[in-house]
């Protein structure tokens, strides 16, 4: 066997979708999929490109984005370490119908329609966990729109906070605790992911600061007190 079979076996092995699969069944997913070394910057796929398997995130981060005629963007969603995209447009034989761009540095996997199918065929507890992570994907859609109809933008932003701190679960709800998190790309592309425009984002995170509650260097935000905030007037 290969170092480079014996490599991506290893990537596939401890990713969730993967991580139940047999050494053998690795090995016929391994033989239909390719490594991708993407610089920050590099667009991946363009809306229109054929769709002829999905990627999986390694490390790094993608944006995926809708990119209006006049050249603006509205980013749908950001898809770090350990997530995928492209499932949905594969199993419907379309065109991607977004466009995907690194945001830093990032090596991604490639696995083809023709092994996932073939998997497929062979296992239907791989199929629950495809299904299972396009429900996942299907519910976090659902819940953007009702943020977006239903929350203020200062909603938004704490919301997407919280969400970001990755300590132990025991600490994540200790009343009056303070953690740092940085966020995953510029504020910007955050902006864009909140639908809000970068000067709205700002006056936010500036209200925020102002009552003590978080404190901004960069993009490391230092919430100060996780239970006030939680708390905090919408």
């Given at each position: 066997?290969?170092?480079?079979?014996?490599?991506?076996?290893?990537?596939?092995?401890?990713?969730?979708?993967?991580?139940?699969?047999?050494?053998?069944?690795?090995?016929?997913?391994?033989?239909?999929?390719?490594?991708?070394?993407?610089?920050?910057?590099?667009?991946?796929?363009?809306?229109?490109?054929?769709?002829?398997?999905?990627?999986?995130?390694?490390?790094?981060?993608?944006?995926?984005?809708?990119?209006?005629?006049?050249?603006?963007?509205?980013?749908?969603?950001?898809?770090?370490?350990?997530?995928?995209?492209?499932?949905?447009?594969?199993?419907?034989?379309?065109?991607?119908?977004?466009?995907?761009?690194?945001?830093?540095?990032?090596?991604?996997?490639?696995?083809?329609?023709?092994?996932?199918?073939?998997?497929?065929?062979?296992?239907?507890?791989?199929?629950?966990?495809?299904?299972?992570?396009?429900?996942?994907?299907?519910?976090?859609?659902?819940?953007?729109?009702?943020?977006?109809?239903?929350?203020?933008?200062?909603?938004?932003?704490?919301?997407?906070?919280?969400?970001?701190?990755?300590?132990?679960?025991?600490?994540?709800?200790?009343?009056?605790?303070s953690y740092v998190i940085t966020l995953p790309s510029s504020k910007t592309i955050v902006a864009s992911r909140l639908n809000l425009t970068p000067e709205h984002l700002s006056?936010?995170?500036?209200?925020?600061?102002?009552?003590?509650?978080?404190?901004?260097?960069?993009?490391?935000?230092?919430?100060?007190?996780?239970?006030?905030?939680?708390?905090?007037?919408?």
């Amino acid at each position: 066997m290969s170092n480079h079979k014996i490599t991506t076996q290893a990537f596939l092995s401890r990713l969730p979708l993967f991580s139940d699969l047999a050494p053998a069944e690795l090995d016929r997913i391994a033989a239909g999929t390719t490594e991708v070394h993407v610089p920050r910057g590099e667009v991946i796929v363009n809306r229109g490109d054929p769709c002829v398997g999905f990627h999986l995130v390694v490390y790094g981060q993608v944006k995926l984005a809708i990119v209006t005629p006049q050249g603006g963007e509205k980013i749908v969603e950001l898809i770090g370490p350990g997530y995928s995209f492209g499932e949905a447009v594969m199993f419907m034989e379309r065109p991607y119908y977004v466009m995907a761009q690194a945001v830093a540095d990032s090596f991604l996997l490639h696995i083809s329609r023709r092994a996932v199918f073939e998997e497929l065929e062979r296992d239907p507890a791989f199929a629950k966990k495809m299904l299972a992570g396009l429900s996942r994907r299907l519910h976090g859609l659902v819940t953007d729109v009702e943020s977006y109809s239903l929350q203020s933008g200062t909603e938004r932003l704490i919301g997407y906070l919280l969400r970001q701190d990755e300590r132990p679960d025991g600490a994540q709800g200790s009343p009056g605790a303070s953690y740092v998190i940085t966020l995953p790309s510029s504020k910007t592309i955050v902006a864009s992911r909140l639908n809000l425009t970068p000067e709205h984002l700002s006056r936010i995170l500036h209200e925020l600061a102002t009552a003590k509650l978080i404190s901004v260097d960069g993009r490391d935000i230092h919430i100060l007190d996780v239970a006030k905030l939680r708390a905090y007037p919408r």
